[in-house]
């Protein structure tokens, strides 16, 4: 992190990855670009999905962090994320 840049937490709890997509893609789209994000997760695919929604959309995927003794995934948002479909966010838009 730069200085004091502190992350934008997002809990996404016990909720399946698909789920936890959705929320993190409408949470993040507000964001400033460089933002780092800390993404709660539970859910025993976060490790492989979060890290490949990243890549598919742009947001550079920083690797996982602990946060309260929870898995969190850390993120820096992109400046021009690319799209996914509404509601399959492992689908790039057309």
Do not use: K, N
Not at 56 to 67: D, K, Q, S
């Amino acid at each position: 992190m730069h200085g004091d840049e502190r992350p934008v937490v997002i809990d996404g709890g016990d909720r399946s990855c698909v789920r936890l997509l959705l929320e993190l893609r409408g949470r993040v789209a507000p964001l400033a670009p460089g933002t780092v994000v800390h993404l709660i997760a539970t859910d025993p695919a976060a490790p492989l999905d979060v890290p490949a929604w990243c890549h598919l959309t742009g947001h550079a995927y920083l690797g996982p962090v602990a946060h309260d003794g929870r898995p969190a995934y850390r993120l820096r948002t992109a400046a021009r994320p690319r799209r996914t479909r509404p509601g399959a966010p492992w689908h790039p838009a057309e």
